[in-house]
Every structure is written in structure tokens, then in C-alpha cells.
């Protein structure tokens, strides 16, 4: 089993382009996040997906739209990036979502100029 | 919502040493407490939890304990080793939730 991968690794974005980040897991789980991580900030959800169909706003989702596109898939849309959407953007999953085990991607690298 | 805090920041500590670092949370509901381990340059990846039904939890050199009144957490590291070196992130949530909301981090160096 690959877990959860994420492409791309890296991204370079000049401001005001739009970019999609793509999630895959093959844990058969129902629920994925997406995270955005800065330095001494910790992880911030930006959008989860509780159940194949559902989004909902995670702590800091101004400027970002998702799509639950199957049980295995979930991405995250810049649709105009800003330079304060630098950042590292991590994809996760878990079983259920309540009180389980969140598995984590790779990561992607984004920086916008 | 939720708000979870989480001290120090940064900590160092001589191998062999123990390492504790704590965690507050603002909601009283909130009845789920992980823990997640971020080496340098790789992904997160849960080490313990506990749940409000009990104070402490152990795993080899890993304890977390749980104090529901005060609303805090902490995690204790004994016989520390280089290898504990990373960033350490609590989290808490709320069984009927979908989510949990995590701590800024604490980065721990061993010092061999």
C-alpha cells in the first residue's frame, strides 16, 4: 500500500495563478484533511471531508476550495495564490474520523512570488 | 472553537534525560488528545493518544497524562535518544467532531 500521496512535490506560483494539489489514499478510509503548515504555527486544517459526498471548513479556508472527487481522492484548489499561501500543504486520512488515526502525505512544497 | 496551546517551544535535552512538554486546550468537551511526531523534512505520524476516560497512558519510554479539570495535557519522554529529536504536536477534538485542532508544535533536540 502507497498510503496517502500527494502531488506535486513542489510548486513555484507566481501571484494571481491558480494550481490544484492532488490527495489519493488506498486505506479505504473515509475521512481526509488537508493542512497547511508555517513555521510556529503548527498544522491548520484548511477543509475536511468527513464522508465521500461532504466538505466542510476547516480553521483557515479563505482562499481555497476542495473537492471530495471519490472515496480515494481529495484536492485542494488555489483559484488566485497569494504570497501568504507559501507554505507547506499536507494531505491526511483516517478510518472514520472520530477519534482515529490521522495518516499523513508526503507533503507539498508551495511558493508563491 | 477549540484553541490548543502548547509549551515550550523549544526544548533541549541531554540524552538520557527526560522531556516533558505540555499542552492546554479551551474546550471542555473536547475528550480526544493525540500525539503526532514530525522528524526533520518528513511527515506527521501519531505516537500516542489518550481519551478523557483515563489520566494516563504509557508506551514504553512515550506517557501522556490527562488533567480534564485544569484542561491540560502532557507528554513525557524518558531515556531520551537522538532519535526522539523533532517536532512534537499535540491535538485535541471531540468525538462528535470530524477533526481535531493541533498545537503549534514543540521542537525537542537530544544532545547526544
Known amino acids: 500500500n502507497a498510503g496517502v500521496t500527494q502531488t506535486p512535490k513542489f510548486q513555484v506560483l507566481k501571484t494571481g495563478q491558480s494550481m490544484t494539489l492532488q490527495c489519493a489514499q488506498d486505506m479505504n478510509h473515509n475521512s481526509m484533511y488537508w493542512y497547511r503548515q508555517d513555521p510556529g504555527m503548527g498544522l491548520r486544517l484548511i477543509y475536511y471531508?468527513?464522508?465521500?459526498?461532504?466538505?466542510d471548513k476547516g480553521e483557515v479556508p479563505n482562499g481555497y476550495n476542495v473537492s471530495r472527487l471519490n472515496k480515494r481522492e481529495f484536492s485542494l484548489r488555489l483559484e488566485s495564490a497569494a504570497p501568504s499561501q507559501t507554505s507547506v500543504y499536507f494531505c491526511a486520512s483516517s478510518e472514520s474520523g472520530r477519534q482515529e488515526t490521522q495518516y499523513f502525505g508526503p507533503g507539498t512544497r508551495l511558493l508563491v512570488l | 472553537g477549540e484553541n490548543v496551546e502548547q509549551h515550550p517551544s523549544t526544548l533541549s535535552v541531554q540524552e538520557g534525560d527526560s522531556a516533558v512538554i505540555k499542552c492546554t486546550y479551551s474546550d471542555s468537551a473536547s475528550n480526544y488528545f493525540p500525539w503526532y511526531k514530525q522528524e526533520l523534512g518528513k511527515r506527521p505520524q501519531l505516537i500516542i493518544d489518550i481519551r478523557s476516560n483515563v489520566g494516563e497512558k504509557k508506551d514504553q519510554r512515550i506517557a501522556v497524562t490527562l488533567n480534564k479539570t485544569a484542561k491540560h495535557f502532557s507528554l513525557h519522554i524518558t531515556e531520551t535518544q537522538p532519535e526522539d529529536s523533532a517536532v512534537y504536536f499535540c491535538?485535541?477534538?471531540?468525538?462528535?467532531?470530524?477533526?481535531?485542532?493541533f498545537g503549534p508544535g514543540t521542537s525537542l533536540s537530544v544532545i547526544p
Open positions: 471531508s468527513a464522508s465521500e459526498g461532504t466538505t
Open positions: 491535538a485535541a477534538g471531540k468525538t462528535s467532531y470530524d477533526k481535531v485542532i
